[in-house]
């Protein structure tokens, strides 16, 4: 004979079903199901427990005498149920930059609630990070991937890993294990993006079986290789073939004309003017290896000069961000190279 009790708890109600017993004989390698009608009166984690307990009794269970044990026996099982509030749950955040470089700094938050809301529901946490970076690079070395696919996706999974391996690197969290993964797929990436490029240096989505090489794709891949010669060995030969066939390309007002086919459009960042394709390369060509000796040989003084000025005459008149970001960013690479 087996009785099953539920314990008391503050945080929730009980009551027995209709028609439940909670005392029953059971039988060796036979199971039973008890239940109980709870009421929560917290939410959260709430724990039920609940006990079985052997009884000495001389009755019979079914057809055959119950064994009575000597001893008391008792098995207690606890579980843990999530009791969530009702309605739509509704976060608010608030973020601060503080700047504690002058002394301590304060910052006062708003811990208001609404005028509708379930009891008992409301939370508010804080959380202070010194890098300004923060959770969104928390475990960055599991977004390294190994590049494949085309001339185009094969880029968009190489390039990734170069950005991971400057944080890294910057932040002082670059491990041996870390940069030998990322350093081959560096490494498989940069030989199979070999396999689009044409006799002239510029690159495409199928290689020579495309028409002509894609300005956008050739200036990402020049870039690329750039920020990828700290990790694995780039021959400068392919940036400098690229450098030249960008050249070949820049129009008398100063702008690279937009030539070839790109099927992945997220590449130019939602734009796809000449003004916003020269800012970007123009900022390639000023970054790369933190010298522009060489690629003034290419692309000689007047024409750098002109291409900035673009930049500096004509994105204003835009209304797209990502093309004023292109001609802000261009222009802070000329001003930190200017002051070297």
């Known amino acids: ?187 498989s990436g940069y030989q199979r993006e070999l396999n689009y490029k044409h006799d002239d240096g510029s690159y495409s989505a199928f290689g020579k079986s495309d028409e002509s090489g894609n300005t956008w794709l050739t200036s990402f891949v020049m870039k690329s290789f750039g920020g990828a010669k700290p990790y694995i060995f780039v021959d400068p030969a392919h940036i400098a073939q690229a450098k030249a066939w960008l050249a070949s390309h820049q129009q008398t007002d100063g702008c690279i004309a937009s030539v070839g086919k790109l099927f992945h459009n997220g590449m130019k960042g939602g734009v796809g003017d000449e003004v916003s394709l020269t800012a970007y390369i123009t900022a390639a060509l000023l970054e790369l290896d933190g010298n522009t000796s060489v690629s003034y040989q290419l692309f000689p003084y007047p024409s750098i000069f002109k291409m900035l000025l673009i930049n500096k005459v004509t994105f204003g008149d835009f209304y797209q961000n990502m093309n004023c970001s292109s001609g802000y960013f261009c222009l802070a690479v000329q001003l930190q190279h200017n002051s070297k």
């Open 1 to 187: 004979m087996v009785k099953v009790t539920l314990a008391e708890s503050n945080q929730f109600t009980a009551r027995p079903c209709e028609g439940c017993q909670y005392t029953l004989c059971l039988c060796a390698e036979e199971s039973r199901t008890f239940k109980w009608i709870l009421t929560p009166t917290a939410l959260g984690e709430v724990s039920v427990k609940v006990s079985a307990e052997a009884l000495k009794t001389e009755d019979l269970c079914g057809n055959e005498v119950a064994t009575v044990p000597e001893k008391g026996r008792i098995d207690t099982v606890v579980q843990t149920l999530l009791v969530e509030a009702e309605g739509t749950q509704e976060t608010v955040s608030h973020n601060a930059l503080l700047c504690p470089a002058e002394g301590p700094v304060e910052k006062d938050i708003s811990l208001k609630l609404p005028e509708v809301f379930v009891e008992g529901s409301a939370k508010a946490s804080l959380s202070v990070l010194g890098d300004l970076m923060g959770r969104a690079m928390k475990n960055l070395d599991s977004l390294l991937q190994m590049p494949y696919g085309c001339g185009e996706q094969n880029m968009v999974l190489f390039a990734p890993n170069i950005y991971i391996l400057n944080y890294l690197q910057s932040t002082r969290q670059l491990t041996m294990e870390i940069q030998t993964r990322a350093t081959g797929f560096l490494d």
